[in-house]
Every structure is written in structure tokens, then in C-alpha cells.
């Protein structure tokens, strides 16, 4: 069983960064890697694609809107992922989750295990 936890979060000015981490707290094998993503949650919408990782590392997706400012990154030998934000915007205020699956299309909300969530506050 997948237990992901997030840790990162926090008040940011504008134009300001941070990291955050999201890692499986069980141990695997390597059998059991997954595609990772982050998505993001404001009040009264959707869970919305952020960026994702596959299993090994090797390819990665991300939103437009996050493009140029945000990296994804993983350990490969762990279901452990990162999100490097740089640069963030008010409109990039949400909780953020991580997510874990073997999943055909790594942009939708299908992913069977899910963080808890961490809040990202971007202050003008």
C-alpha cells in the first residue's frame, strides 16, 4: 500500500520559490515504482494537472501555465518526487498533491494514491 506525504508548503511573495516533496513512506522494491505527478485544488474547482514523471525518471509533462517555472524531479529508485517552483504567481495559490499510479495518461486525476496535500500561498 502507497502512503505518499507531502511536505514543502508555505507563504511565499511574488516571484519567490519552494520545494516541494512528496515520498512514499512504505518500502518497495523495484517492481513497484510508479508514474508520479503533482496536480492542484483551489476552493470550488477541480483538481488540476500541474506536472508529472514516469516511473524511471525519464520523461516528464507539465501544465503551460507552469512551463519555464516549475521542475518536476524524482528518485528512481523510490516512489519520492519533487517540485521545484520558481517564480510563482498569486494564481499559483492551491493545495498541491502528489500522486502515484501505473496510469495511461498521466494528466488526469485517475492516479489510485494521493498525498494529503500541502497548501502553496503566493502574497502580492
Known amino acids: 500500500q502507497v502512503q505518499l506525504v507531502e511536505s514543502g508548503g508555505g507563504l511565499v511573495q511574488v516571484g519567490g520559490s519552494l520545494k516541494l516533496s512528496c515520498a512514499d513512506s512504505?518500502?518497495?522494491?523495484?517492481?513497484?515504482?510508479?508514474?508520479m505527478a503533482w496536480f492542484r485544488q483551489v476552493p470550488g474547482k477541480g483538481r488540476e494537472f500541474v506536472a508529472a514523471?514516469?516511473?524511471?525518471?525519464?520523461?516528464?509533462w507539465y501544465a503551460d501555465f507552469v512551463k519555464g517555472r516549475f521542475t518536476i524531479s524524482r528518485d528512481s529508485a523510490r516512489n519520492t518526487v519533487f517540485l521545484q517552483m520558481n517564480s510563482l504567481k498569486p494564481e499559483d495559490t492551491a493545495v498541491y498533491y502528489c500522486?502515484?499510479?501505473?496510469?495511461?495518461?498521466?494528466?488526469?486525476?485517475?492516479?489510485?494514491?494521493w498525498g494529503q496535500g500541502t497548501q502553496v500561498t503566493v502574497s502580492s
Open positions: 500522486a502515484a499510479d501505473a496510469i495511461r495518461n498521466v494528466k488526469l486525476p485517475e492516479y489510485n494514491y
Open positions: 512504505t518500502p518497495i522494491s523495484e517492481g513497484d515504482l510508479y508514474d
Open positions: 514523471i514516469t516511473e524511471h525518471g525519464l520523461g516528464t
